[in-house]
């Protein structure tokens, strides 16, 4: 088990640091974009009338679109340590609906020095107008 010490700050990094927020707004044809790319064509994203007979009555985006937004955020805010260092911990609480606007806010919570280098913990969530849809962990080289 690695031994890990509390910094304050790092690097130009702080604890308390804000990370930049994003703003998206989702539609239908993004989603399908993201269907095709992805090869997820299942119809709870993709077709209106089948997502209509569904528990979310209408078509939702694919939670893994959602996580692009969070990984455009990290690699804003530290592409290098997200890239080769980075490590993800969420849960999804609820659906993104065409017409939403997602927000994604995250925050450094601690600056740890660990054995191989000095890692930024940050609390993350994604949010349409104020209910979270995404919330979790996010832990990256600094």
């Known amino acids: 088990m690695s031994s ?3 910094l ?3 690097n130009g990094f702080s604890v308390g ?6 703003l ?3 539609d239908q044809s993004m989603i399908d974009a993201y269907a095709d790319a992805s090869g997820d064509v299942n119809p709870l994203h ?8 569904t528990i979310f009555g209408g078509t ?3 939670g893994l679109l959602t996580l692009a937004f969070v990984s455009r955020v990290l690699s804003a805010w530290n592409w290098q340590g997200w890239a080769y260092g980075g490590e993800l911990d969420i849960v999804f609480l609820g659906p993104v609906r065409p017409g939403d606007t997602v927000r994604v806010c ?3 919570d601690a600056i740890e020095q660990r054995e191989d280098s000095v890692y930024a913990r940050c609390s993350l969530a994604c949010y349409c107008g104020e209910k979270a849809v995404v919330k979790g962990t996010v832990i990256s080289k600094i």
């Not at 640091?17 to 994003?22: A, G, K, S, Y």
């Open 17 to 22: 640091d804000d990370l930049p927020q994003l």
């Open 106 to 108: 995250a925050k450094i």
């Open 60 to 62: 939702i985006a694919h």
């Open 8 to 10: 304050e700050q790092f």
């Open 24 to 26: 998206e707004k989702v």
């Open 46 to 53: 993709v077709d209106p009338e089948f997502a209509k007979t």
């Open 4 to 6: 890990t010490n509390e």
